[in-house]
């Protein structure tokens, strides 16, 4: 028997359930976080939220960006010992309509 955790975005498992996760695997429970939006982008440009954003982070290209994320979000996990699964979808600061532009 496992846990799965559906986390959204990075950190809001740990941020909303981690006394939940953290109890679970103190009675050896293995958990899991899957964090949805925890892709790369398709675009290589930034909008003008994201480029905000990443001036706050203190953060690079794209790739850059992600990659620091996902570390974050396995480091939360790590603290309250769980693991964490990483799917495609990219966060919402990177979702273009059809035809490219930002939402």
Do not use: N, Q
């Not at 620091?68 to 309509?97: K, N, W």
């Amino acid at each position: 028997m496992r846990r799965i955790i559906i986390s959204p975005h990075f950190d809001d498992a740990v941020l909303s359930c981690g006394g939940i996760i953290w109890e679970a695997v103190k009675k050896g429970v293995p958990v899991e976080i899957w964090t949805v939006c925890a892709g790369y982008p398709e675009a290589a440009g930034l909008s003008e939220l994201a480029t905000r954003i990443h001036a706050g982070w203190r953060t690079g290209d794209v790739f850059e960006t992600v990659e620091l994320r996902r570390a974050e979000d396995r480091t939360a996990a790590a603290e309250v010992g769980a693991s964490v699964r990483h799917f495609s979808t990219p966060d919402c600061i990177y979702h273009t309509d059809s035809s490219g532009t930002y939402l």
